[in-house]
């Protein structure tokens, strides 16, 4: 079994060949593909997490679609005093598909 896991935004995401997944809003190339970055490798029984060999992995992605994450509504309220304050947030997200671990 061989998987990866990269950085992506500002989380680290559990990688294989096939695996789609939404991260924050990246911008492709112009073939349409993403490069990621290792942080740790695992190809049958070696585990990789040292700098210089993961530099020479590449993890290429194929970007699906631009889409926009669930509405998070953030309200504060202070009782008998008249203050209200209402505002709202869509995280801008990308699905990815990943491509190539090599």
């Known amino acids: 079994m061989v998987y990866a896991v990269v950085r992506a935004g ?28 290792p942080v740790l490798h695992v190809d049958g029984d070696t ?3 040292d700098a210089k060999k993961l530099s020479k992995i590449t993890v290429t992605a194929e970007v699906l679609g631009d889409l926009r994450g669930p509405k ?7 009782n008998k005093t008249g203050y209200k304050k209402r505002q709202g947030h869509r995280s801008e997200l990308t699905r990815v598909k990943i491509t190539g671990i090599k």
């Open 47 to 49: 585990v990789t997490t």
């Open 10 to 37: 500002g989380r680290q995401e559990k990688v294989e060949v096939g695996t789609v997944v939404v991260l924050d809003r990246v911008t492709p190339g112009e073939d349409g593909t993403i490069q990621l970055t």
């Open 72 to 78: 998070i509504i953030i309200q504060k309220y202070k």
